[in-house]
């Protein structure tokens, strides 16, 4: 999907979040990453992450360590695309005297994508910035960042979920199922403790509905703007939308002609 939306665009930065570590070797996972990065240099940037533990249990691929697991595929994919020689011997990456023969000219950065202290440190050491899951909002965002050192702290790519309308209540309405969904599950309980979710909230509790301006980009157009005002001020210099996906097209089309205009001079990336 990355290769065909950098194909079919010339000024468009495109990234891959998230690419799930412990199934990549990172030297075939390097030059995968190297080679769009040489076809479309300055425009591709790819994130790691742990993978969902479920899945990588399903199909034989969870490390006995994930923390260093990530932290190793993640180092030496960035040392292979800055056109090292890596020679490694690790928990979960073994590798001797490799070299990438066509290294990019300008090597992509590589995020992780985590939301715990531990991942945030992994990040910190190792990549080149961190992405952040729907539901981050901007409190979520600050504390992320100050989990990081101020170098990973430059780079930061927030997920938000996106529904824009000129009825406010209808546009959280429409979030509901994703937000039931990610209150219920036992994941990111940082971001929701950076929310103020305390403790499981009831299906129909009115604060579930309210909940959807502090983590989404939610509301009529004023309100979405200042939306992505907060998440800037919070860190993030990228976000990418994500509108319920039976509206994708027409929810990114309005916030391109309704939302971008209010947004201009600003320094944000979407």
Not at 10 to 32: C, F
Not at 117 to 135: D, F
Not at 145 to 166: E, G, P
Request: aromatic letters at 4%.
């Amino acid at each position: 999907m990355a290769a065909t939306a950098l194909a079919v665009t010339e000024s468009i930065r495109v990234g891959i979040g998230l690419l799930p570590a412990p199934v990549r070797n990172p030297a075939i996972a390097a030059m995968e990453i190297a080679t769009l990065g040489r076809i479309h240099p300055g425009r591709f940037e790819a994130t790691l992450g742990h993978g969902v533990a479920e899945w990588m249990e399903q199909i034989g691929a969870l490390p006995s360590r994930r923390l260093a697991a990530l932290g190793e595929i993640t180092a030496a994919v960035r040392e292979l695309l800055s056109g090292e020689t890596v020679t490694m011997e690790g928990t979960h990456v073994t590798l001797s005297g490799v070299t990438l023969a066509h290294p990019p000219p300008i090597a992509p950065p590589v995020l992780i994508g985590t939301t715990g202290p531990k991942g945030l440190a992994v990040a910190s050491q190792h990549a080149n910035g961190i992405l952040l899951p729907e539901g981050s909002g901007p409190a979520f965002v600050r504390w992320a960042i100050a989990q990081t050192s101020a170098a990973t702290a430059a780079r930061c790519v927030v997920y938000s979920w996106l529904s824009i309308d000129d009825e406010p209540t209808r546009a959280r309405r429409r979030l509901m199922p994703a937000i039931d969904l990610w209150l219920n599950s036992d994941l990111f309980p940082h971001a929701k403790r950076a929310a103020g979710v305390a403790e499981l909230l009831p299906p129909g509790d009115p604060a579930r509905l309210a909940l959807t301006d502090a983590i989404s980009i939610c509301g009529d157009v004023g309100m979405c703007a200042d939306a992505v005002r907060q998440l800037a001020a919070a860190g993030a210099d990228t976000i990418v939308l994500a509108p319920p996906a039976d509206e994708l097209e027409p929810q990114v089309e309005r916030f391109a002609h309704d939302v971008m205009p209010l947004l201009q001079g600003g320094a944000y990336e979407t």
